[in-house]
């Protein structure tokens, strides 16, 4: 599995804005040879890296600034969220209704990944239910996606909004996201 450039440029300036001066060196450092190549040779929005660089800078991430149980992953997706989304489509989304921007964030999945997809499989009240299938699911990607998705949802004017997980890393049959909200 591959994943967009915008995917990992987001986890750098994540870096940059949160970890002061010397954290990105500090960061660039602690990755493996091969993703530091990744790096220094400049990562381009529209091309494809390996699934697992984007892994690794998550786990540097969250063992640099977080306290290294991946949770801070959660807040990578959030931030990826506002950092990918032109100022166009963050006025957009504040205009769209809830599941109409859920849906679509589903349908684009194919924009930062080239492998697994994203389904919406049940609409309710203020709920939604997605369902995600990669290859092979990593707990830093499961996490990711989660603060993606509670973050486009805030985007789109949902109050009070909360995720139920379900992931097949820890034993569920499927890795799927339960949203729910309140109205605007």
């Known amino acids: ?24 060196l500090a960061f660039r450092e602690a990755l493996s040879a091969h993703t530091r190549q990744l790096i220094d040779e400049r990562i381009r929005p529209n091309s494809w890296y390996p699934f697992g ?21 959660h807040e990578l997706g ?17 205009m769209a209704d809830v599941m109409y921007v859920i849906r679509r964030a589903a349908a684009a999945w194919r924009v930062s990944y080239d492998e697994g ?8 009240d203020h709920l939604v239910t ?12 499961c996490l990711s996606v989660r603060g993606w998705i509670v973050r486009a949802g805030e985007l789109s004017g949902a109050k009070g909004v909360e995720i139920e997980e379900r992931c097949r890393l820890r034993g569920d049959p499927h890795c799927e996201f339960t949203l729910r909200w309140r109205d605007k």
């Open 1 to 24: 599995m591959n994943v967009k450039g915008t995917v990992l440029k987001a986890r750098l300036r994540y870096v940059e804005e949160r970890g002061g001066g010397t954290a990105g």
């Open 53 to 73: 660089a984007f892994v690794e800078m998550c786990e540097v991430i969250d063992r640099q600034l977080g306290k290294g149980d991946l949770e801070l992953c």
């Open 78 to 94: 959030r931030h990826a969220c506002d950092a990918n989304l032109p100022t166009l489509y963050k006025i957009f989304f504040r």
């Open 117 to 124: 997809s994203m389904t919406v499989l049940g609409e309710g």
């Open 130 to 141: 997605m369902r995600m299938e990669v290859p092979t699911p990593h707990r830093a990607h």
